[in-house]
């Protein structure tokens, strides 16, 4: 009887610990289409045609855009401020924005586990602090440059998959 539990429990186990993961190719592909989703998102903003994604304005210098050959810490640690940043705005598109955000920095995860690389704990809470005067003179004004420069980062994140990306 005894013998008959434990190998029941040896064979439900085998069961249990056997996790086949989850291919980089994959990952990769949910992560291409996830930004193609943000992008639509963000050009069905009327707002964002309005302004030049190089135009500077005073104060939001803090806002990052990523250039190709960012490594995965760098990318998860802007994607944060963008995820930040929208979702402190009043607009309910700029909430599932950040939401798609959110789970593409679970893609990315995935992929800087894949990789062995050690993410750091990425903390966008002091760029948010910094940013608050702007954010409280100008939603607008923020809400149309940060969508502009996330476009921007996306579509260099977009392009940087298909090279690879950097531990």
Known sequence: MRCGILC?????????????AVPIRKIQDDARTLIKTIITRINGISLTQSVSSKQKVTGLNLIPVLQSGMSLSRIDEALVIYQQVLTSLPSRSMIQI????????????LLAESKNCPLR????????????YVMETSDYTMEVVTLSRLQKSLQNLQQQIDRGLLC
């Open 8 to 20: 029941h429990l040896l064979w439900l186990w085998s069961f249990l610990s056997y996790s086949q």
């Open 98 to 109: 950040g939401n798609d955000l959110e789970n593409l920095r679970d893609l990315f995860q």
């Open 121 to 132: 704990k990425a903390g966008g809470l002091e760029t948010l602090k910094s940013l608050g």
